[in-house]
């Protein structure tokens, strides 16, 4: 075993006798598939009783964001993993344990309607926090994020050399979606709000997990997260019904808020933003970390972002390039599977 492991085995050991648990001494450490971060997650099992041991090395993972925003959630009822203990020099946390039932394992064409019910719900609920100090979605972060695609996607993993007129074009759509999204009303942004960090949880509100990176953003980009879900997708007319009901209910929250028109442009364009920085990710967690698995999510993510192109007259021919160019480069990639590719994208 690693010495991380075995650090995270003796702190927990100690943490556990705090719990005043009989039989301590045989209690079980059992590994909890991870994420796409430096973080590693363990189930701590002692006389029937479960939770979740988080690895998180703090020369690479800051835990402190995720131990202040837990309780802050938690103030206002939303379903957060309790903090049960924490040592933020070791980079080791004990939480509450809220089992394996991802939404993402749930979600189906009969259980969608009530479960993302549930998701909006508590989405709302997470709009209203409002910690003392929390990080803004600003220009230079937004921008940071769509260079992603650039730099990881096009570049190092498609080996797209791009010429004048193609970084341009680039730099307009990276400007077009990040005014849209700083024309929106800011609220509390968990920033990973999708079927992958939703569990079901049989009579209670969706327990949600990895928020340790919100910011104060656009109104739009967790509702983008969720509906246009990199892992999982649903028919436009569908999504479009869910938004403008998220529409209402902030309404009737007493935000101001645009017309059905305008705030599917926000939706929309703030999907796109996303999209862009998701497929750099996924770019780099294969070329950087490794980690392979996402890039069968990226056929999907990028059909998102040409329909929203395609849509937009402005971005239009960015669509077409995308197609025309880019696509055809997956295509021959050794990373992606043709058939896969001709199924998800517009053409």
Same mark, same amino acid.
């Given at each position: 075993m690693d010495q991380r492991y075995t650090q995270l085995k003796q702190w927990l050991g100690r943490e556990l006798l705090a719990f005043n648990l009989f039989d301590v001494s045989e209690w079980q450490l059992l590994p909890v598939s991870g994420d796409a971060s430096f973080r590693r997650y363990f189930r701590a099992k002692s006389n029937g009783a479960s939770w979740i041991a988080v690895d998180a090395p703090p020369e690479k993972e800051d835990s402190r964001p995720f131990v202040s925003i837990a309780a802050e959630l938690e103030k206002i009822a939303v379903s957060v993993p309790h903090v049960h203990r924490y040592d933020l020099q070791q980079g080791f946390m004990l939480l509450e344990d809220f089992g394996d039932d991802l939404y993402l394992n749930k979600l189906n064409k009969s259980s969608v309607e009530q479960l993302y019910a549930d998701a909006l719900d508590s989405l709302l609920i997470i709009q209203s926090c409002k910690p003392a100090v929390l990080p803004l979605y600003d220009r230079t972060l937004l921008d940071r994020e769509v260079e992603l695609f650039r730099e990881w996607f096009l570049q190092k993993l498609l080996g797209i050399e791009l010429d004048v007129d193609e970084q341009q074009m680039l730099r307009f759509l990276f400007n077009y979606v990040i005014d849209s999204a700083l024309e929106q009303p800011l609220v509390f942004v968990? +920033?990973?709000?999708?079927?992958?960090? &939703?569990?079901?949880?049989?009579?209670?509100? /969706?327990?949600?997990? *990895?928020?340790?990176?919100?910011?104060?953003?656009p109104v739009t980009y967790d509702l983008a997260s969720i509906l246009r879900d990199c892992y999982i997708s649903w028919p436009d007319d569908q999504v479009y019904r869910w938004v403008e009901q998220y529409r209402l209910s902030l309404i009737?929250?007493?935000?101001?808020? /645009? *017309? %059905?028109?305008?705030?599917? +442009?926000?939706f929309d364009l703030m999907?796109? %933003? +996303?999209? &862009?920085?998701? =497929?750099?990710?996924?770019?780099?967690?294969? =070329?950087? *970390?490794g980690k392979s698995g996402y890039l069968s999510d990226i056929p999907r993510t990028m059909n998102y972002l040409i329909a929203v192109a395609a849509k937009t007259e402005e971005?239009?021919? =960015?669509?077409?390039?995308?197609? %025309?160019?880019?696509? /055809? +480069?997956?295509?021959?990639s050794q990373y992606f599977d043709a058939d896969v590719l001709n199924n998800w994208v517009v053409e």
């Open positions: 968990h +920033r990973d709000f999708h079927s992958r960090n &939703l569990m079901c949880r049989e009579g209670k509100a /969706p327990g949600v997990i *990895d928020f340790q990176d919100a910011v104060e953003g009737e929250n007493g935000q101001m808020m /645009p *017309d %059905q028109a305008h705030f599917v +442009r926000w999907g796109a %933003q +996303r999209h &862009l920085k998701a =497929i750099g990710i996924f770019a780099r967690l294969n =070329i950087r *970390d971005l239009k021919p =960015i669509a077409g390039w995308l197609v %025309q160019k880019v696509v /055809p +480069r997956m295509q021959k």
